[in-house]
């Protein structure tokens, strides 16, 4: 990757990840790193707009009628045409098809709002609740062609206390989220590691 790492933000909502991505970039947490370009597949996304107010480069691609091939290939060049180096899912609620994901292998990083591989999928929080665990948390993690399922990059746990519910739950592991991506972004970038199977290995 380039000596500065140009980061290209996927998101369908209010973009809460996104927005803890930016803030760690202008307060220097994370370092040598920049967003080239924010994509939504919604015109009306929250997160769209906090892009604009922020002054970052903010596109709509809207997925609405359109095959995913063909929408994932104009995302895939609009991604290109801002040199993005790391691509980042932050609230992206559409599957990537396998050519979007071979067009960036190992270079689009997602978050997941539970200790993956346990309650892949939606609503992770409430499985979790619902399950019974003690511990829950956050995955970030390399996007392959399986529903979050790609290589382990960073886990954050999250205990359950008395008295929670799913909600509760769910602003805890949030604020984990907003801190584990920015870390797991700057273990990407910095290149230290390999990966071995599915094991990712800092060295």
């Not at 994932?72 to 609230?91: K, N, P, Q, S």
């Not at 978050?111 to 609503?123: K, Q, R, T």
């Amino acid at each position: 990757m380039s000596s500065t790492s140009k980061l290209g933000i996927l998101l369908s909502g209010r973009g809460s990840n996104f927005l803890a991505i930016a803030d760690s970039i202008a307060n220097d947490q994370l370092k040598g790193c920049e967003i080239a370009v924010v994509i939504s597949n919604k015109a009306d996304a929250p997160g769209l707009a906090a892009a604009q107010e922020r002054g970052l480069k903010a596109v709509a691609i809207e997925a609405r009628g359109r095959k995913r091939a063909e929408h994932d290939e104009e995302i895939v060049a609009t991604l290109r045409a801002h040199g993005v180096d790391l691509v980042c899912l932050a609230g992206y609620m559409r599957l990537l098809s396998p050519e979007f994901v071979q067009a960036f292998p190992q270079r689009i990083l997602n978050i997941h709002p539970s200790l993956l591989p346990a309650f892949p999928g939606l609503d992770a929080q409430q499985q979790a609740f619902d399950y019974g665990v003690q511990v829950a948390g956050c995955t970030v993690h390399f996007v392959d062609e399986q529903l979050d399922h790609g290589v382990i990059v960073l886990q954050k746990t999250v205990t359950i206390l008395e008295g929670d519910d799913a909600h509760a739950l769910s602003e805890r592991v949030l604020e984990q989220e907003h801190i584990a991506y920015s870390e797991a972004i700057a273990r990407v970038v910095s290149g230290q590691y390999t990966i071995e199977g599915r094991r990712y290995i800092k060295r």
